[in-house]
């Protein structure tokens, strides 16, 4: 099993960032992709980004392209979701997620891990 514990959440105005961080513990070495997803109240969940193992394929939402950066750092197991230019928009609970398949995708059931999500507010 895998465990993702998601962190950096918190209230920001419009314009803002922030920095969120998911450290993975227990059997990592299984996880390939990891990613970041949103669930605004009322809402569908949302993909925001993901990355590939190695660090060097990411893929973005269309909603988040430009704003958002995801990285990763392996030797930590730690996967990073920089957010800049914040709008209220952005307001959510955001969940990281990891995979042990191959590859990356915008689809949540291809993500076998998740942890419990860090609420993100945006304020105008």
């Known amino acids: 099993q895998v465990q993702l514990a998601e962190s950096g959440g918190g209230l920001v105005q419009a314009g803002g960032s922030l920095r969120l961080s998911c450290a993975a513990s227990?059997?990592?070495?299984?996880?390939?992709?990891m990613g970041w997803f949103r669930q605004a109240p009322g809402k569908e969940r949302e993909f925001v980004a993901a990355?590939?193992?190695?660090?060097?394929?990411?893929l973005y939402g269309d909603s988040v392209k430009g704003r958002f950066t995801i990285s990763r750092d392996n030797a930590k197991n730690t996967v990073y979701l920089q957010m800049n230019s914040l709008k209220p928009e952005d307001t959510a609970d955001y969940y990281c997620?990891?995979?042990?398949?191959?590859?990356?995708?915008?689809?949540?059931?291809?993500?076998?891990?998740w942890g419990q999500g860090t609420q993100v507010t945006v304020s105008s």
């Open positions: 990355v590939r193992s190695s660090g060097g394929g990411t």
């Open positions: 997620a990891a995979t042990d398949r191959g590859g990356i995708t915008s689809a949540p059931a291809w993500y076998n891990y």
């Open positions: 227990g059997r990592t070495y299984t996880t390939n992709g």
